[in-house]
């Protein structure tokens, strides 16, 4: 069972013969798993985030995309490949801007397309899955270290959003350099932004902190330029959604204002994320097609409303970073330092 894998909390299990994912909408306060049997499920809870951040979108699409082939399997064995591309666009559809849902799709479909006519796909492509899974957490590990060896001496660091075990197959990539640190005596505290609306660094980003006592202090938003201004952290280290082939990064709506105010004050801006969330067939930023989600996200809190009646909100998810505000980019095949396309396309040829 691939739970056993990590030490570190686990967002995705395969189990039973059936994909098993942790409500991420109410953490901190309930512990519960969902266990889902169809693809539909895992397309809906990939929408309504019961599951989120870039590789866990991805790896659940795959283990979706193997329940798709049983259920397809069973309904014809003769006709399962072409009923299976419905599920496949539905999940493509689920969210646009984190590329390692595309990647994981793009890589269950090339399996799918070469499988031997009338042999049932469950099990080839559940190995695929769990390979993904797997893959997965040991980049993060690989990251953990690259990235720690970046910090050398003990200080503080902020972070955005959930980018840890949570938002991955385990141990996370931003949250996966901050545990390698903290271990190694390097980070000391951890400033996390709550992150309107969802509140993944107040829900999930402190949770995984407390869990492994690593030091964590909330901010809202809009204090971290203070922050920085008082000197109190030396790093921003943050996960990514998609990365261009020129270093462009999106990320969690606020990234961008980090990476300014970071730039500003001389404080390091580190990027974490696995070459799966690299998409090299996008030239910059610029055409990163950033989620836009529902007004009511921002106009309510916990279902209420809180908002002055006849206010309207702007609610992209994502933001784009310029390369040129990044100081590193950290994926397993190794750091790239001060980003550009040349550099960019170096490291993906390392593969
Ligand atoms: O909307 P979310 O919660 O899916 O956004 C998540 C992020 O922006 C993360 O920083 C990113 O996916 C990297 S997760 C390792």
Redesign the pocket.
């Given at each position: 069972m691939v739970a056993a894998m990590s030490d570190t909390v686990q967002a995705i299990r395969w189990e039973n013969n059936h994909l098993v994912l942790l409500d991420q909408r109410i953490l901190p306060r309930d512990i519960r798993y969902l266990s889902l049997d169809t693809c539909q499920e895992t397309t809906q809870a990939i929408k309504d985030?019961v599951v989120?951040?870039?590789?866990a979108?991805g790896i659940s699409a795959a283990y979706g995309i193997v329940l798709a082939a049983r259920q397809r399997w069973r309904e014809s064995p003769a006709t399962w490949r072409q009923n299976l591309q419905q599920d496949l666009e539905e999940l493509a559809a689920s969210r646009p801007t984190?590329v390692n849902l595309f990647w994981a799709i793009d890589k269950m479909r090339r399996i799918i397309e070469k499988l031997p006519v009338g042999q049932n796909p469950e099990k080839a492509l559940l190995e695929a899955a769990q390979q993904i899974h797997r893959d997965d957490i040991e980049a993060n590990k690989t990251m953990g270290e690259l990235g720690a060896a970046l910090i050398n001496q003990p200080c503080a660091v902020l972070t955005?959003?959930?980018?840890g075990a949570l938002?991955?197959g385990g141990y996370?990539?931003?949250l996966g350099v901050i545990r390698s640190a903290s271990a190694a005596g390097n980070v000391q505290h951890v400033f996390a932004d709550e992150t309107r609306p969802?509140l993944?660094g107040a829900r999930l980003t402190a949770w995984e902190m407390v869990q492994e006592n690593i030091p964590v202090t909330l901010l809202c938003e809009g204090a971290s330029a203070w922050l920085m201004r008082q000197k109190k952290v030396a790093w921003v280290i943050?996960?990514?959604?998609r990365i261009a082939a020129n270093g462009d990064v999106a990320?969690?709506i606020g990234t961008y204002n980090l990476a300014v105010n970071a730039r500003h004050h001389g404080v390091k801006m580190m990027v974490v994320?696995p070459t799966t969330t690299i998409d090299m067939e996008i030239a910059d930023g610029s055409a990163i097609p950033i989620e836009q989600r529902s007004q009511d996200e921002v106009l309510n809190v916990n279902g209420q409303p809180m908002a002055a009646t006849g206010a309207d909100a702007w609610n992209p998810?994502?933001d784009v970073t310029p390369a040129a505000l990044i100081d590193a980019i950290v994926t397993e095949r190794g750091v790239i330092f001060q980003p550009d396309s040349v550099k960019m396309a170096a490291v993906m040829e390392n593969g």
């Amino acid at each position: 069972m691939v739970a056993a894998m990590s030490d570190t909390v686990q967002a995705i299990r395969w189990e039973n013969n059936h994909l098993v994912l942790l409500d991420q909408r109410i953490l901190p306060r309930d512990i519960r798993y969902l266990s889902l049997d169809t693809c539909q499920e895992t397309t809906q809870a990939i929408k309504d985030m019961v599951v989120r951040g870039a590789p866990a979108i991805g790896i659940s699409a795959a283990y979706g995309i193997v329940l798709a082939a049983r259920q397809r399997w069973r309904e014809s064995p003769a006709t399962w490949r072409q009923n299976l591309q419905q599920d496949l666009e539905e999940l493509a559809a689920s969210r646009p801007t984190a590329v390692n849902l595309f990647w994981a799709i793009d890589k269950m479909r090339r399996i799918i397309e070469k499988l031997p006519v009338g042999q049932n796909p469950e099990k080839a492509l559940l190995e695929a899955a769990q390979q993904i899974h797997r893959d997965d957490i040991e980049a993060n590990k690989t990251m953990g270290e690259l990235g720690a060896a970046l910090i050398n001496q003990p200080c503080a660091v902020l972070t955005h959003c959930n980018a840890g075990a949570l938002a991955t197959g385990g141990y996370g990539t931003a949250l996966g350099v901050i545990r390698s640190a903290s271990a190694a005596g390097n980070v000391q505290h951890v400033f996390a932004d709550e992150t309107r609306p969802w509140l993944q660094g107040a829900r999930l980003t402190a949770w995984e902190m407390v869990q492994e006592n690593i030091p964590v202090t909330l901010l809202c938003e809009g204090a971290s330029a203070w922050l920085m201004r008082q000197k109190k952290v030396a790093w921003v280290i943050v996960g990514a959604d998609r990365i261009a082939a020129n270093g462009d990064v999106a990320n969690k709506i606020g990234t961008y204002n980090l990476a300014v105010n970071a730039r500003h004050h001389g404080v390091k801006m580190m990027v974490v994320a696995p070459t799966t969330t690299i998409d090299m067939e996008i030239a910059d930023g610029s055409a990163i097609p950033i989620e836009q989600r529902s007004q009511d996200e921002v106009l309510n809190v916990n279902g209420q409303p809180m908002a002055a009646t006849g206010a309207d909100a702007w609610n992209p998810a994502f933001d784009v970073t310029p390369a040129a505000l990044i100081d590193a980019i950290v994926t397993e095949r190794g750091v790239i330092f001060q980003p550009d396309s040349v550099k960019m396309a170096a490291v993906m040829e390392n593969g």
